[in-house]
């Protein structure tokens, strides 16, 4: 079975300023996705970056990129200029590519919170 | 292209009564899958469905659920609710082999 840590559950950051997200999962399979969400007080789940673990590239998302490590099983999250708007609940997801299944198993979350 | 809704949004109700939650997921999306979320246990998943078919299944008893119909929307069905089924109901539409899920809005559900 798939388990996702993200031993983070709060941070704080200021506006304008970097700020990293943790998240170590565990598998035996080699080939799935990685997702981080995000979920602001309205409680809707919106997606913020995605990648395949074949890629070895970073995925980057205007402000939002990753730092995958495949080996260490290590996906973290950094947000660059961080906004009022990024106060959120963030959740590290988990999928294999199995062609069938799209069962998605999701860390605890990080609540993060953006201060002025 | 419209994003994916559920009804209702809130829902209150008590211990005994059944419940049904409707989701229709982004047009052309396939495969529905539906998640709960509590304070205490976080993000679990439900069940899966493509094609009107149950594809994958959580770790929840036979009172939970589903079924989808032929224009992918989607319900899932609590019956003899209990005061621990108070959650929020999150469902999630996915192109079939794109893994990608989108996210509704929920349906808050409470058990008194």
């Known amino acids: 079975a798939q388990t996702v840590t993200q031993s983070q559950p709060e941070m704080s950051v200021q506006e304008a300023e970097t700020v990293t997200l943790s998240c170590t999962y565990d598998?035996?399979?080699?080939?799935?996705?990685l997702f981080w969400y995000k979920q602001p007080p309205s409680r809707q789940m919106i997606l913020v970056i995605r990648?395949?673990?074949?890629?070895?590239q970073n995925a980057t998302e205007n402000r939002f990129s990753v730092n995958f490590q495949k080996a260490a099983k290590s996906f973290s999250l950094k947000i660059s200029d961080s906004q009022l708007g990024d106060t959120a609940m963030y959740f590290c997801?988990?999928?294999?590519?199995?062609?069938?299944?799209?069962?998605?198993?999701f860390g605890t979350g990080t609540r993060l919170q953006v201060t002025l | 292209k419209a994003g994916v809704t559920q009804t209702p949004r809130y829902l209150i109700k008590t211990r005994g009564q059944q419940v049904t939650l409707s989701c229709s997921p982004i047009?052309?999306?396939?495969?529905v899958s539906w998640y709960q979320q509590t304070p205490g246990q976080g993000l679990q998943f439900l069940f899966e469905?493509?094609?009107?078919?149950?594809?994958n299944k959580g770790n929840f008893p036979g009172r939970f659920s589903g079924r989808q119909f032929s224009n992918s929307r989607s319900e899932m069905n609590v019956s003899t609710l209990e005061l621990g089924d108070s959650a929020l109901y999150l469902c999630?539409?996915?192109?079939?082999?794109?893994?990608?899920?989108?996210f509704g809005p929920g349906t808050r559900l409470l058990v008194l």
């Open positions: 999630a539409s996915s192109l079939d082999r794109a893994k990608t899920q989108y």
């Open positions: 598998t035996s399979e080699n080939n799935y996705y």
């Open positions: 990648q395949e673990a074949y890629k070895q």
């Open positions: 997801a988990f999928t294999l590519n199995t062609g069938t299944a799209s069962k998605l198993t």
């Open positions: 047009s052309g999306h396939r495969s």
């Open positions: 469905y493509f094609s009107e078919t149950q594809r």
